[in-house]
């Protein structure tokens, strides 16, 4: 399966944005889709994950302000991010994990949020 992720632009601090990731194939049986997102000299860290069956998982610095999302019907992971701040600027990067497929990972979509 192929990822492309979109949705990434410049917002002003307390905007929003949805990133959006496409797989080129079936999502409802992939296990674990998400988020991760690098910042200028940082490590990669997870921003949000969801399961097959529902669960979904928050770094707790976004908790609160995004929420994950599959539909599976379009084959697409969303990821709605509201009240930005500054410290969310980088790049984020969608993935995939699952047992039959290994990870793959989408290209990455730059988040820029303007204080």
């Known amino acids: 399966v192929q990822l492309q992720a979109s949705g990434g632009g410049l917002v002003q601090a307390g905007g929003s944005l949805r990133l959006s990731c496409v797989a080129s194939?079936?999502?409802?049986?992939?296990?674990?889709m998400g988020w991760y997102r690098q910042a200028p000299g940082k490590q990669r860290e997870l921003v949000a994950a969801?399961?097959?069956?529902?669960?979904?998982h928050y770094a707790g610095s976004v908790k609160g302000r995004f929420t994950i999302s599959r539909d599976n019907s379009k084959n697409t992971v969303y990821l709605q991010m509201n009240s930005l701040k500054p410290e969310d600027t980088a790049v984020y990067y969608c993935y995939a994990r699952d047992g039959s497929i290994g990870s793959t990972w989408g290209q990455g979509t730059l988040v820029t949020v303007s204080s």
């Open positions: 194939g079936t999502i409802f049986s992939i296990n674990n």
């Open positions: 969801a399961t097959s069956g529902g669960t979904t």
